[in-house]
């Protein structure tokens, strides 16, 4: 009789997964690839100014060496200083006053349907109204100085706050409201405890919408008449015939808003964070 060995069983290996990237790795990419983006953003900038644009009185006094030049000036000049002193300080107290009126208005609107159904069309056509337009009437009733452009300011961002609160409400889940006021707390103890730490986040997300519209809205409100703030710095580097110290200007502008936008972003996430932990 024939005896037939079996054969052994030959093991292969599974070949080592792949070793994903680091989060070092990915920041470093990251970090390199806005490093990329931005410098050929400048090459385009100095092509077009330099180069392309020579010939143009105005665009080749603002290409990226002229500009950088003014804004070393202006860095060292006290009063472009005062300026954005000036500028920052409206920003926030319009984005105060719109966070003191929006915050309200989010919550009573998410968490009455009926109330938001009745003022929609209301809110939509205040909402969809540029607010420099309302420059007249502030002028008018404010004069034209800090509390017009604070007004135009507020009226630029208390919408997109009330909007965010008020779908933050409505996202809410009631049953932490129900049992809170089944262990004896009152409507304001059950707000406070369940709501309130809830809406944080919706409240910072939508701030930092309205400080990106209030930014844009800030410069040119500073245009009418106001004697000071980064607005008139615009306009009075024009009147000046200095092209290089405009584009500086709108250079710091550029920056300020992105560092702002930045310090809102990092509020965002920690508060976020914050939440994910509790």
């Known amino acids: 009789m024939t005896v037939i060995a079996e054969a052994p069983e030959i093991s292969v290996a599974a070949p080592p997964p792949a070793s994903a990237p680091r989060p070092t790795q990915n920041a470093a990419r990251r970090i390199l690839l806005r490093l990329a983006v931005l410098g050929v953003t400048v090459v385009l900038w100095w092509l077009l100014a330099d180069v392309v644009l020579a010939a143009n009185p105005v665009v080749s006094k603002m290409g990226p060496v002229d500009t950088l030049r003014a804004l070393a ?44 159904d009745a003022v929609n069309p209301v809110v939509q056509f205040l909402r969809m109204t540029s607010p420099l ?12 100085g800090t509390g017009a452009v604070i007004a135009l300011v507020a009226l630029a961002a208390v ?24 262990l004896g707390a009152t409507r304001w103890e059950a707000f406070r405890s369940t709501a309130l730490p809830a809406l944080t986040s919706p409240i910072v997300g939508s701030s930092r919408v309205a400080l990106g519209i209030s930014w844009v809205v800030l410069v040119p409100a500073e245009m009418l008449g ?13 009147d000046n015939i200095d092209y290089s110290g405009l584009a500086a200007t709108m250079f710091a502008i550029g920056v300020l808003g992105f560092l702002l936008d930045r310090i809102l972003r990092g509020l965002h996430r920690l508060v976020d964070a914050r939440e994910a932990q509790a």
């Open 73 to 116: 000036g202006l860095v060292g000049d006290p009063s472009f200083l005062d300026a954005i002193t000036v500028s920052l300080w409206r920003l926030l107290a319009g984005l105060g006053i719109a966070v003191v009126i929006g915050v309200p208005l989010g919550v009573l609107f998410g968490s009455r349907r009926t109330v938001e």
């Open 133 to 144: 337009a309302w420059a007249p009437l502030a002028i008018v009733l404010l004069g034209a």
């Open 159 to 182: 919408w997109p706050i009330v909007l965010g609160v008020a779908a933050g409400v409505r996202a809410l889940d009631p049953g932490l409201r129900k049992v809170a006021r089944s």
């Open 226 to 238: 106001v004697p000071n703030g980064l607005g008139y710095a615009i306009l009075n580097a024009r």
